[in-house]
């Protein structure tokens, strides 16, 4: 399980079936707040990871035909 959503999921199938079962509530209410700690503990994690490092790659202006000296050559003819 991937998505946080599938968290979401399985916690309220979790909270139907303490609904369900009323002997094991306690078992079922237990297992959805554990299902709800792994979500936030998911969103904390992907929320904290650094930005991935971005490749510099030179502009347009950097890609030219003459880039070191900035001038363009004419033929003489």
Same mark, same amino acid.
């Given at each position: #399980? ?5 968290? &979401?999921? #399985? ?13 094991? +509530? ?13 979500? !936030? +503990? ?9 930005? +991935?490092?971005?490749?510099? /790659? +030179? &502009?347009?202006?950097? #890609?030219?035909? !003459?880039?070191? /000296? ?8």
């Amino acid at each position: #399980m991937n998505d946080i959503a599938d968290y &979401g999921d #399985m916690e309220l199938w979790c909270l139907q079936r303490a609904r369900d079962e009323p002997e094991n +509530a306690w078992k079922w209410q237990g297992q959805a707040q554990r299902w709800r700690e792994i979500a !936030h +503990a998911r969103i904390r994690n992907d929320f904290d990871k650094p930005p +991935a490092q971005q490749q510099m /790659t +030179a &502009g347009p202006m950097e #890609m030219g035909p !003459h880039p070191v /000296t900035g001038r363009r050559q004419t033929q003489q003819s």
